[in-house]
């Protein structure tokens, strides 16, 4: 079954029990939200598998999503994340603190789907393993009409379509975008604009409008 | 159509699978990652430093062979050419001593 996280939540049932402080939370920062974040990434450092696991269960729906929005094929993403935390693993000591560890995430798992997909030109692949279940997302009010624009966002070329999933799946403002993707800001809306414009274009050819 | 709010419904962040952190530790004990704090502070920099200043060295001595090398040809084709006009000048001056010496045979002959 699968169930999105509300945008910059982190996955609280991943979490050990502890107490968890109100902060100002950004609504794009995920680690903003959890005082208790640089204590797991404190004790992971310290080589800690378990808090390690569960650094990774806080941040494995983000990276998941990132690869299969890209990649359009779940097994590809579990492969893509998975080599994301091993590199996770590898920095842990360059890290400082929760929102550093997010936004290296994203910065790591970006870069990678955009080699693998150059890659594999993934463009042509559109895996079947990556329909929806009945059931998966109660929020989506159209399954079909859902599925086919990430089956259109699938079309974009690689950077846009990067683009148009950290906007919209991570909820990131366009200059979050030009520093995850080392990219100009002017690029990153110019991306955006076209992105959408084309979609938009698209799905009134298809009678959606 | 509020496009954004479709893309948004459409781009729903996806559950990964449940024992994905369990793969990553079973890999990690697997020796498939070592910690970057395994291998000293600093090392990778270090090492980063010793690799830039290897291919400095290396291309530093590189450009000082192919300037000798270029040097050397350019003397081989000075000295060639020099040698060229001196056989030059030695075979006229030989021809012109041959027909002074032949030219007083030719007169106490008649």
Redesign the interface.
């Given at each position: 079954?699968?169930?999105?996280?509300p945008?910059g939540r982190t996955d609280t049932a991943a979490l050990p029990a502890r107490p968890v402080a109100v902060a100002a939370p950004s609504p794009h920062c995920a680690a903003a939200q959890d005082v208790s974040s640089p204590d797991l990434l404190t004790l992971a450092?310290a080589g800690d598998?378990a808090a390690?696991?569960?650094l990774?269960?806080r941040h494995?729906?983000?990276?998941?999503?990132v690869a299969?929005?890209m990649l359009r094929s779940r097994p590809a993403a579990?492969d893509l994340?998975?080599e994301v935390?091993?590199?996770l693993?590898?920095?842990?000591?360059?890290l400082e603190s929760d929102a550093h560890v997010v936004s290296w995430l994203r910065r790591v798992a970006s870069h990678r789907c955009i080699d693998e997909i150059r890659r594999r030109n993934h463009r042509q692949e559109f895996a079947t393993d990556t329909l929806p279940e009945p059931g998966?997302?109660p929020?989506?009010?159209?399954v079909f009409?859902?599925?086919r624009?990430?089956a259109m966002?699938a079309e974009l070329p690689e950077k846009a379509r990067m683009v148009?999933?950290l906007?919209?799946?991570e909820?990131m403002e366009p200059t979050e975008i030009a520093s995850a993707l080392s990219m100009p800001i002017n690029t990153v809306k110019s991306h955006l604009r076209r992105s959408?414009a084309a979609?938009?274009e698209s799905?009134m050819s298809r009678g959606?409008? | 159509m509020n496009m954004d709010q479709e893309l948004r419904d459409a781009l729903q962040r996806k559950q990964a699978p449940p024992d994905l952190a369990d793969r990553v530790l079973a890999r990690i004990n697997n020796g498939e990652a070592a910690p970057a704090s395994n291998r000293g502070p600093g090392s990778s920099g270090v090492f980063r430093w010793l690799a830039a200043a290897a291919v400095l060295a290396i291309a530093a001595g590189g450009a000082e062979t192919y300037y000798t090398q270029q040097q050397q040809a350019a003397e081989t084709a000075r000295v060639k050419q020099e040698l060229q006009v001196a056989l030059q000048i030695t075979n006229d001056t030989l021809a012109r001593v041959q027909s002074k010496l032949s030219q007083p045979a030719e007169s106490s002959g008649r």
């Open positions: 079954m699968v169930t999105a996280a945008f450092k598998q390690f696991a569960a990774i269960r494995q729906n983000m990276v998941f999503s299969l929005h579990e994340a998975q935390f091993l590199e693993y590898r920095h842990l000591s360059r998966h997302s929020q989506t009010r159209d009409g859902a599925e624009l990430q966002v148009v999933v906007r919209y799946q909820e959408i979609l938009r799905l959606r409008v | -």
